[in-house]
């Protein structure tokens, strides 16, 4: 059984900044991959940042320069700072990652619960 759990959603003002934290647990080998999507009301879950176990980095056009990615491997933990945060950010924040929870098992995805960024003034 593998857990993300993410935590450091809130409200915050245009301008603004948040760190996200997600911590992955339970039965781990390996992780591939490790990110974060976002869901805001009426649209479709998209993806924010994700960064391999060797550090490659990839970001959607609209927070690129604005959040940042990284990945603490030995923790199994990933983090995404967010920047100059705009109302159009506003969406629950789902980490994600790429799990072997078994060297005799193949990689699965997982998610965690999500937590809510407002950017509001």
């Known amino acids: 059984q593998v857990q993300l759990v993410e935590s450091g959603g809130g409200l915050v003002q245009p301008g603004g900044s948040l760190r996200l934290s997600c911590a992955a647990s339970?039965?781990?080998?390996?992780?591939?991959?490790m990110g974060w999507y976002r869901q805001a009301p009426g649209k479709q879950r998209e993806l924010v940042a994700v960064?391999?176990?060797?550090?490659?980095?990839n970001y959607a056009d609209s927070v690129k320069g604005r959040f940042t990615i990284s990945r603490d491997n030995a923790k199994n933990m990933a983090y995404l700072q967010l920047n100059s945060l705009k109302p159009e950010d506003t969406a629950v924040y789902y980490c994600y990652a790429v799990v072997r929870p078994l060297v005799t098992m193949g990689f699965s995805n997982y998610w965690g619960q999500g937590t809510q960024v407002t950017v509001s003034s």
């Open positions: 339970g039965s781990i080998f390996d992780i591939n991959v």
């Open positions: 960064v391999t176990s060797g550090g490659r980095q």
